[in-house]
């Protein structure tokens, strides 16, 4: 039987240990803050913004939701990631995407202070991930690692193949990846035999976006796949990457889609927009307890 690792558990226990944090950070006088800046009037991506604003309040985390409207210029949008960047009170910046036409999320996204891209979404911080330096992952590339986890998987010497290279998903997935000591091999667009690379893995991402990829001939028997794919339908439904009536019985354990690596993310973004505060807060604190000491001195 192929377990279902149920991502809206482990989302609920991220967000009450996020929401303690937030808790006693908002007691010391520094109340935990998300922006999410958007430019669109699509009503998924609305959906989808309102959800993690109203998760945000939930978990005792002020949210501010700047929509510059889809008519917005690349100067537009600029503009209100330097207003956030420069806003002592915001903590973490989500630059929702789909951008307008032309305006250049590439690089939109690069204008994100390191500090409070709880997204890893500026390339500053996927460099300085992939470098080992202290950054934030994107949150999708860490729900994949903590879903193993809480389902108690040993990475070591594991092989691990992630089907999808996007900057946002596949790079930093094979990276964590790595750094928990699996063997990691990535396919992508242009790999031949995908169904041979993947059945050679323990361990399966599927981050290509597109539903139903994964089938039962992809799977050896007993693996487990963590399905990031999100395609939406007309009629609203969520396809994930993974068939998974083709793999049921044959894999070990699979994510759901909806509620697996989704409702993981979320909780994650939270988690390091308390995290950034929590920075932010000892950074203050620090300078703060210098002066005095620096006070007596100088008397
Ligand atoms: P995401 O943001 O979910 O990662 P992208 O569209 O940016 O999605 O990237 C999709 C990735 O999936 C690309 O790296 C692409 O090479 C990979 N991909 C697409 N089709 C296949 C396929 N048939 N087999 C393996 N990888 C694929």
Known sequence: MTRI????RLAISIREDTSAAASVLAAQGCPPKLAVIVATQDESTSWYVRSIARGARQTGIDCD?????AA???EDIRGALLAVNEDPDVHGIILQTPLPAGTGGEVLREVIDPAKDIDGANPISLGRLVANAPAFAPATARAVMALLEFYGVSLRGKHAVVVGRSTVVGVPTAHLLTQAD?????????TTDLAARTRDAEIVVAAAGIPGLITARHVAWGAIL???????????RL????????VEGRAGALT???GGVGPVTTALLLQHTVQSAST?????RTETSTDLAVLPAKR
């Open 182 to 190: 699996a063997t990691v091999t990535v396919c992508h667009r242009q």
């Open 65 to 69: 939701v700047v929509n510059v409207g």
């Open 239 to 246: 396809l994930g990457d993974v068939d998974a009536p083709a």
């Open 226 to 236: 963590i399905d990031v794919g999100t395609t939406a339908t007309e009629d609203g």
């Open 280 to 284: 932010h807060f000892d950074r203050l």
């Open 256 to 258: 759901p889609v909806p």
């Open 5 to 8: 690792i149920d991502g809206a």
């Open 72 to 74: 917005a210029s690349t």
